[in-house]
């Protein structure tokens, strides 16, 4: 096996497998190719993470976050992935239950798993993969005895938000060194107007593959405010919202993150699809031993 990659023997699973929800159409890149073609694939195939190969072989995954340092600095969108991308790599195999691969996954908050077989790449096992289904047994058992935790009990209090008004560059250099993926947008009375995020920012700076191509103009950020390339309508959910219900949100909106009001229609705190998850998955998650 492939050193780059880190797989566990999985047991098969009574329940649920992995095979049964993974993502079989996988976008891959070799591992020679650059930084700038990885961003356009994951722009155009609005996808967060890409499997790196070396031939048939899996030795790394690149993610937007990778490459979210190295968009504002355009000179390095044209380094080789391998130089930016993370290894080893998690995998899971497709006999493995989803109850142990998404216990791992929000343990670890980390947003895939490659899936393998025999060393070869067959899949990719998604928090997108994992809290449709996981929501699915939630609606369920939604009437057990069990009280379904709410927005108020999973939320993270500590919320940076950027003003709508606020220029473009300055908003790139405050996601890049937040380490948070989503910045709630407010306006001049800090009322939520917008979301600003991996997403919204490989939007924003343009084709970097044209930018490579000695097009200037490819990185277009300057004279730019952050109301120009937001997601507007920032969408939130009242903190008495279950899980359930703000799974379902994140779902038909497409929206990775949520912001959270109180009766005043104050932000007071910010929920990501990785937060919905670990609340599903629940125990399991936290019997989780850290890497």
Known sequence: MNDATTQRQPRRSHGTRVREIMTRKVVTIQEHECVALAEQ??????????????GEALVGLVGDRDILGLVSDGPLLDMPVRDVMAA??????????VDEASARMAARRI?????LEDGRLVGILTSTDVLAERGRLAHKGAAGPT????????MHRRVMTIRSDLPLREAIQVLVGSGQRHLPVVNEVGRAVGMFGDR????????????????DAALDVEGKVVSEVMRPGALTVPQDASVIEIADKILDERQMALCVLDTSERIVGIISYVDVLA?????????VKAP
Do not use: F, W, Y
């Open 111 to 115: 947003d895939c798993l490659p899936v």
């Open 200 to 215: 919204e920012l490989r939007a924003s700076v343009g084709d970097a593959a044209a930018m490579l191509n000695g097009d």
């Open 279 to 287: 609340a599903l998955v629940g125990r399991k998650a936290r019997e």
């Open 41 to 54: 694939l994951m722009a155009q195939g609005g996808i967060r993470h890409l499997p790196v190969m070396r």
């Open 88 to 97: 080893p790599v998690e995998t899971t195999g497709p006999d493995e239950g």
């Open 147 to 154: 009280p379904l935790p709410l927005a108020r009990d999973v």
